[in-house]
Structures are given as structure tokens and as C-alpha cells.
């Protein structure tokens, strides 16, 4: 059985879907920008992003930030 969490913002949003509505809010190359890593600057996909970010908690932390941020 889940536990409710209301009080969490991204529950229920995976990782895939808020990083695509990023991109497609901001691009790769302005989301390279606001978040300097590798995996948005150069040969940038949704794929090695997931990656990424998956293994990469403050990197992970970041996107999640910019994303509750640019829903305000």
C-alpha cells in the first residue's frame, strides 16, 4: 500500500516527465544554462539525461528545484 504524501509537490511526477516539460519549456541549450552540466550541454538526449541524472543526486535535486520553480 502507498503512502499519501501531500505535502510533497513532485509525487506522482516522474523523473522523464519533468524533465521533458523543462525541455520543452526551455530547450536544451537555456536548460544547459540554468543547470551547467555536461549531460544539457553537450550531445544533449532525454535518455543520457535520465541516466544522469538517476545516478547523480544533486544533479537530480537541481532539475527538480528549476522544475517546481517554473511552475510558480
Do not use: D
Not at 57 to 67: D, G, I, N, S, Y
Request: proline share 8%; aromatic share 8%; hydrophobic share 35%.
Amino acid at each position: 500500500m502507498t503512502n499519501p504524501q501531500p505535502n510533497n509537490p513532485l509525487h506522482g511526477i516522474t523523473l522523464e516527465n519533468i524533465l521533458t516539460q523543462l525541455m520543452e519549456l526551455y530547450g536544451w541549450e537555456q536548460l544547459g544554462k540554468r543547470i551547467p552540466i555536461q549531460c544539457f550541454r553537450e550531445n544533449p538526449s532525454l535518455k543520457s539525461s535520465l541516466k544522469f541524472l538517476r545516478h547523480t543526486p544533486w544533479a537530480r535535486t537541481k532539475v527538480e528545484e528549476l522544475f517546481l520553480a517554473s511552475r510558480k
